[in-house]
Every structure is written in structure tokens, then in C-alpha cells.
């Protein structure tokens, strides 16, 4: 027997840990013969962006934390890329392949590393684009793809944009959505929360809203109409608002988060756990929205959602699910909130592959590709 067939999986910032959560298990479970080792980045470290999401999730310890922390683009990518690297050329088992999920930082800092020092890459929701280069996420979604390996894809679109771009069909695997399995997994203990009740919100009778893109929050002006927005919301359903670290700072900067703590019917709360943020999501008349995950999971739980966006890089969610993409005019929401009150808004349908058994076919597609690659070389 040799040393062990390793491979890591990387999480950095909170919409990854939802990912790693059922690929982990999967691989456990199974009779992988691959080990899966845990990698936290620590790009997010708080207790409410990080530690209540090991906790909701059941994932365990980290096996490996390298403690970056925050800093700018560069400062954040080069930390993880040379922490990372450190941690690939020290005497643990150096692992056969890595896995990164999504489009954060860490996604691609640990892709770049990895592939320097000849180890393979698979990307848990590859070819998304957005079309935007002044999103950092789609920065990193190109770079990881370019670089990766093996791409695992989670919508229809994923595998078209590769193909347009040249990846050969042997490098591309249609897996659907492995955050949508959390979601399965987590939903019965997330609604016997009674978060909303606990919150004196009825089920179906409030808006639940996250906001936290540099794109939205980081312009003053543009961060001063959606507080308007959220404002007159308010005064027509009750609003509840986690607030993302980063939309905190912003609010306060401009004077806008005591304007928005004293309108009518506009609740700010400190961001939630997982489990608290889905039962949440789960009981909503209507979500407005930034994130990516969120355009998913309102889209799996039938519950309509508005994406304070120009774009987005999940379109099925658009074509079958429960997404609309408001576009860069805040006041376009108003008509589509009207919709959803009437209740004309659409329905969405069932989204192929998001059936709570991606993570299944990410640890098969793992296992077959890496199972018997060649014994790690040291370089
Ligand atoms: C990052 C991801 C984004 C993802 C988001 C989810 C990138 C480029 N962006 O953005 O794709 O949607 O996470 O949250 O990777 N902070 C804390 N506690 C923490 C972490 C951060 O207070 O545990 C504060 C810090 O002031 C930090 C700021 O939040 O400067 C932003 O954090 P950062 O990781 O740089 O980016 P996000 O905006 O969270």
C-alpha cells in the first residue's frame, strides 16, 4: 500500500461551504477510493459568515486551515496562492487532484497553485459567465476554467459556454446543482426553525432581501436608491434584510443605515446561518437578491425572485425557474413586485440535475478520472 489517494477540497467564503458540505459526504459515504482532506481558506472567518455554517452543515473540522482573512483582490488571491502553495509542498500526502467549487477568490488563488505545481483541478460549477469582467467572480470563473481540468457543470448554460470556448467534450460533465442538495438535506430543520414567526413575520407575508456586490453596495448613489427601494417595500409588505459584512460598512459610510434601520415595516438583522437564512427564504412572498446561490435556491423552492442586477450567469433560473433580472433600473422591480402580489408572477419548473444527487455524480466523475492517476510526483 502506498500513501493514501488524497484529494482536497477547498472552501473559502460562504457560498462554498454549502458546496464542499454534500461532495464531503459523498465521498465518505461511497466507496471512493479516493480521501477527501478539507481545506478552509479562512477568506471567511467570523462566526456568522463561517463557523455557524460548519456547524449547520455537520462538515466537521477543516483538516487544513490556512487563515488568510480579508484585504484587497490582490493581497486576498496572493495570500491563498502562496499559503496554498506552502501547504501543497509540505511533506502531508500531497493530493492527486484538487476540487474548488464556485467563483470566490479562493476558488481561483487554489486553482493557480495546484496547476503550478502540476497537481489537476476539477471545478464544481464551471462555465458560468455573466459576460462581465467587471464582476470579480467572473474574473476568477474564466481564469479557474481555463485552468481546470475537469469541469464539473450545474446548468445547461455551463456546458455551452465551454463548448463555445473551445473545451474538449471528454473535459466537460453535466453534474446539476450540489447546493441544491444541501438545500434538500437542510430544509425540513430549516423550516422547524420558526425564524419568521420568531420574527412576528406570517409565512408568505414578507420580503426577504440580500445585498452585498461591490456592483450594488460600493456606490454610494446606487446604494441610496435601493435603500429607497427597500424603503418603499416596507411600507407596502414587511422587509427582512440580513446584512452582509461588506453592505454594513457601506451603509454606514454613507449615512444610509440609520435611514434604513428606521423605515417603516424594514427589518436589519446580522447575517444568518444557513439553516436561518433557508427557512427564511423558504416562508417568503418575494426575495430580492444579489447572490448567486440565492437566484438557485429560490428557484428549487418555487418562491419568486428579483436579481438587483444587470445580468446573471445562472440562466436557467431565468428560463425555468423563478428568477427575473431586474436590470440596472432599481424602479423596474415595482411592476414585477406588483405581479408577484397579484399573484401572476410565473411558477418556475423542475431545473434537470437538481434532485439533491449532484454530489453523487461529482464523487463518481472524481473516482473515475483520478482513482488511478499516476502516484503524485514531488517537484
Ligand atoms: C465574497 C466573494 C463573493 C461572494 C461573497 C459572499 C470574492 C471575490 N467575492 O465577497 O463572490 O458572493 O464572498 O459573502 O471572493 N468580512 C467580515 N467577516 C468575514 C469575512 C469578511 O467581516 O468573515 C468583511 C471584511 O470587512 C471584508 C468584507 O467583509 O473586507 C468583504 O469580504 P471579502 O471576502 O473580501 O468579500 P465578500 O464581499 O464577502
Not at 459568515?49 to 484587497?72: A, H, K
Not at 417595500?233 to 459584512?245: E, K, N, Q, S, Y
Amino acid at each position: 500500500m502506498g500513501e493514501p489517494r488524497v484529494v482536497d477540497l477547498v472552501a473559502g467564503a460562504r457560498p462554498n461551504f454549502m458546496k464542499v458540505a454534500p461532495i464531503l459526504r459523498a465521498m465518505r459515504a461511497g466507496a471512493s477510493p479516493l480521501v477527501p482532506r478539507l481545506v478552509h481558506t479562512g477568506q471567511h472567518y467570523d462566526e456568522g459568515m463561517s463557523g455557524v455554517f460548519f456547524r449547520d452543515l455537520g462538515i466537521g473540522e477543516p483538516e487544513v486551515s490556512l487563515g488568510v482573512g480579508s484585504g484587497s483582490h490582490g493581497q486576498q488571491t496572493a495570500r491563498i496562492l502562496a499559503a496554498y502553495e506552502e501547504h501543497l509542498l509540505s511533506p502531508s500526502p500531497r493530493p492527486v487532484a484538487v476540487v474548488v467549487v464556485g467563483d470566490v477568490n479562493s476558488t481561483m488563488a487554489c486553482t493557480l497553485a495546484a496547476v503550478k505545481l502540476g497537481i489537476p483541478v476539477a471545478h464544481v460549477e464551471a462555465g458560468l459567465r455573466s459576460f462581465d469582467r467587471g464582476m470579480p467572480e467572473e474574473i476568477n470563473r474564466l481564469v479557474t476554467d481555463t485552468l481546470a481540468d475537469l469541469l464539473l457543470v450545474s446548468e445547461p448554460a455551463g456546458e455551452e459556454n465551454l463548448r463555445r470556448e473551445g473545451v474538449a467534450d471528454g473535459r466537460i460533465r453535466y453534474v446539476g446543482n450540489v447546493m441544491i442538495d444541501t438545500l434538500v438535506r437542510e430544509l425540513p430543520a430549516a423550516r422547524s426553525l420558526g425564524v419568521a414567526e420568531r420574527l412576528g413575520l406570517a409565512a408568505g407575508g414578507y420580503v426577504y432581501v440580500t445585498l452585498h456586490r461591490p456592483s450594488n453596495v460600493d456606490e454610494p448613489g446606487r446604494l441610496a436608491r435601493l435603500v429607497e427601494l427597500l424603503g418603499s417595500l416596507g411600507a407596502r409588505l414587511p422587509v427582512a434584510f440580513p446584512v452582509h459584512p461588506r453592505t454594513r460598512e457601506r451603509l454606514r459610510a454613507a449615512g444610509l443605515e440609520a435611514v434604513l434601520a428606521a423605515a417603516p415595516g424594514v427589518r436589519l438583522l446580522e447575517p444568518l446561518g444557513y439553516r436561518e437564512s433557508l427557512g427564511l427564504m423558504a416562508g417568503a412572498r418575494l426575495v430580492l437578491t444579489d447572490s448567486g446561490g440565492v437566484q438557485e435556491e429560490t428557484s428549487h423552492l418555487g418562491v419568486p425572485c428579483l436579481t438587483l442586477r444587470p445580468n446573471t450567469e445562472r440562466p436557467v433560473t431565468v428560463s425555468l425557474g423563478t428568477n427575473t433580472v431586474v436590470g440596472e433600473e432599481v424602479e423596474r422591480a415595482w411592476p414585477l413586485v406588483e405581479d408577484v402580489l397579484a399573484g401572476r408572477y410565473k411558477k418556475g419548473q423542475p431545473i434537470p440535475g437538481w434532485d439533491g444527487r449532484a454530489a453523487e455524480r461529482v464523487a463518481a466523475a472524481l473516482a473515475e478520472r483520478y482513482a488511478d492517476s499516476p502516484a503524485p510526483r514531488r517537484s
